[in-house]
């Protein structure tokens, strides 16, 4: 059998594609392919390779371009069949930890998900010793996996810097003792950064996020101090040029959000590349929908060109020889991740988990606060037994919208919290999110051809 | 050599099921996300 359910073809800046969803294999295409492609994908009577044989036959102004297309179908990476059945799972660890140091934040940010940083609790901070016991749950529940992860997140972390150190310091002694390394990350709004702060992040961490939305009024609209004084945006920039200036190679990304507020997005990532930074991430906002810098369905064509314009931005810098790295334009077409990773997505509930400043346990950040889905502690480890395997069930081949969809196994998914936000469920989706989703990674395979021009092929 | 089709990807994903799941691999949401998910853009650790 043919599948054609999953082959999505598209053009973009005079380029056309075609990606083969059950393969992961993306195509680009001259005229005659796009049109034969879609020729195929529409005929009835198309189901199998004999059909398209005999339709070739039939037709001999195809021949040249049946024949290319016959080969990929042969070679399973055009109208390739899906798996007939979930793999059986290697076991799967915990090994990656988000620690919410700070259940406080000194900004606030208007769209935040973390209720200005207290998750809807109390503003409080994790003491040393709960980091203590989170570094020795993940020491445990890793078994014999080497490398492992920690996120310091908030609320702001520097508000809690002691603390910060003191694991990481902990943590490398103690992964010495054990073999296992540990990557470290932070995400920060600059504010509390220092010399000294900046000098032990670079030491030590293998990455680091500083938040910044863009250009000034962007940023200082949405993101304030809590007293409402002065530019966020004129204090973090000259500390984030300061700390990246240190960080030799290593990665970093300047994270901005944007909202229904800045849907020319494009505008702010230059504005960030135009500040010295060349790693960028820019996130859709995740919030309920009555606010008023929400993305709702009807940004979406806005929220696309958008996009589209981005991607002519990241190739017109790349060319001009001042390129920049986009979190979401980034794909790997040859060295990606396996399938197994591609079915286990971002592995929220049981092979990532968030701690709280009180050492409970909760499938991810997102979720920290709602009580049906605290696991356990990081003395008890995971007591809520049932919930990582609705986590790990949760995956593309169990999902009806995903599994026929061409994106599945880039996006695996998307965020199960924003799916269990808009759809009630875990294996239902967020469509929003589905469609930036597609649009970035259509522009990501677009730069990626973009980069190597059709007429310079061998 | 094709003459309408060029392949920028590799071999179909169904082939690392023989060889992959070894788990050494990055969180995805701990790179520069943390509120949407992408699992392509990562590199095989292997």
Redesign the interface.
């Known amino acids: 059998m043919l599948d054609k359910s999953c082959v999505h073809t598209y053009s973009q800046g005079g380029l056309h594609f ?1 990606v083969d969803g ?9 005229d ?2 796009l049109e034969l492609i879609n020729l195929i994908i529409s005929e009835r009577g198309i189901e199998n390779r004999a059909d398209l044989t005999e339709f070739l036959r039939q037709r001999p102004r195809w021949q ?2 049946g024949a ?2 016959l ?2 179908v042969d ?3 055009l109208f ?1 069949e899906d ?1 007939t059945e979930v ?1 059986p ?2 076991e ?2 915990v ?2 930890l ?1 620690l919410n140091v700070a259940h406080d934040c000194n900004l606030r940010c208007s769209y935040c ?1 973390a209720s200005t940083g207290d998750f809807k609790g109390e503003r409080e901070l994790m003491p040393f010793e709960v980091a203590q016991a989170a570094v020795e749950f993940l020491l445990r529940a890793s078994k014999h ?3 492992l ?1 920690i ?1 310091f ?1 908030g609320g702001e972390p520097l508000l809690n810097w002691d603390v910060v150190r003191r694991t990481v310091e902990y943590a490398q002694e103690r992964a010495r003792e054990h073999g296992k390394v540990f ?1 470290f ?1 932070i ?1 920060t709004n600059g504010l509390g950064l220092t010399p000294a702060i900046s000098d032990f992040i670079n030491k030590h961490m293998y ?1 680091v ?1 500083l938040s910044l939305d863009g250009r000034r009024k962007v940023n200082d609209r949405v993101r304030q101090t809590a007293g409402q004084r002065g530019s966020v945006y004129d204090v973090v920039v000259p500390k984030y040029r300061e700390l990246v200036a240190g960080r030799k190679g290593r990665s970093y ?1 300047v ?1 901005g ?1 944007f909202t229904a507020l800045n849907l020319d997005f494009a505008q702010d990532v230059a504005h960030i590349h135009d500040l010295g930074f060349a790693q960028i ?1 820019m ?4 919030t309920s929908e009555e606010q008023d810098w929400a993305l709702r369905e009807e940004h979406l064509p806005r929220i696309l060109e958008e996009y589209e314009r981005l991607a002519e931005l990241y190739l017109e810098r790349q060319q001009e020889g001042r390129p920049f790295n986009f ?2 334009f ?13 079915l286990s ?4 509930g049981y ?2 988990l968030a701690v709280t400043p009180q050492g409970e346990l909760y499938p ?3 979720f920290v606060g709602n009580e049906d889905f605290r696991l356990g502690s990081v003395w008890d480890g995971i007591v809520h037994e049932e919930l990582p395997l609705r986590f790990k069930d949760a995956h593309v081949l169990n999902s009806p919208t995903c599994r026929s969809c061409w994106a599945k ?8 919290k ?1 799916n269990w936000e808009k759809a009630g469920n875990f294996l239902g989706v967020d469509e929003l ?1 589905c469609q ?2 597609k649009k ?2 259509e522009c ?2 677009y730069i ?2 973009g980069s190597q021009p ?1 007429s310079d ?2 | ?10 071999t ?3 082939n ?2 023989l ?27 292997r």
């Open positions: 075609a059950n393969s992961g294999a993306v195509h680009l295409l001259d005659a392919a040249e371009v290319e297309v080969e990929l070679q399973g990476l390739s798996l793999p799972r290697p799967t660890v090994k990656a988000c998900f996996r080497r490398q992860e996120d997140f990557r990350t995400t990455n996020v990304y994270r959000t991430s996130e859709p906002v995740v979190f979401h980034n794909v790997e077409l040859k060295k990606g991740p396996c399938l197994y990773k591609r997505g971002c592995g929220a092979e990532y991810c950040h997102q196994y880039y996006c695996s998914g998307g965020c199960p924003n999110s930036l989703e970035r990674l990501a395979f990626q051809a059709y092929q061998e | 050599m094709k003459k309408h089709i060029k392949t920028l990807s590799g179909p994903l169904k690392t099921l060889h992959g799941g070894c788990g050494e691999c990055q969180t995805s949401c701990q790179s520069a996300c943390k509120t949407s998910c992408t699992v392509g853009n990562q590199a095989c650790e």
